[in-house]
């Protein structure tokens, strides 16, 4: 283990730096944008729904989820462009699948919305 910061002297500071993420996110992702502004607006509106308890969470989960991976991809798509700013097919490959890992995040919560608004207006 590095020496440095420990405790809670060290939890502030992860805090700090989690929210440079997000602030910093905020400002160069458009994509960050589109998706925190989506959870603000559907995680009130899917605690509205009614249905089972477990549903609600498959909603807060799956949309959570496209957040955390997005973050992830703009953190590969950002290391990429440091260490490979020339065109290279293993800089293509890596920003490739994280697109890709973005993508099928969005589609099983998609799915999972889907279902939680089939329950509710329409299914059993």
């Known amino acids: ?44 509106f899917g605690l509205w729904l009614p249905v089972a308890i477990g549903v609600k969470l498959g909603l807060l989960g799956s949309t959570l989820a496209v957040l955390v991976v997005e973050l992830l991809n703009s953190a590969i798509e950002a290391v990429v462009d440091l260490a490979s700013p020339e065109r290279h097919d293993l800089a293509k ?8 890992a973005v993508l099928v995040t969005l589609l099983v919560c998609i799915t999972v919305w889907a279902y939680a608004l089939w329950l509710a207006f329409g299914g059993a």
Do not use: C
């Open 1 to 44: 283990m590095k020496p440095g910061k420990t405790g809670l002297t060290r939890l502030i500071h992860a805090f700090g730096y989690s929210m440079d993420g997000f602030k910093t996110g905020w400002q160069r992702e458009a994509a960050i944008r589109q998706e925190l502004i989506a959870l603000i607006v559907l995680i009130p």
């Open 93 to 100: 490959l890596a920003k490739d699948l994280g697109s890709a």
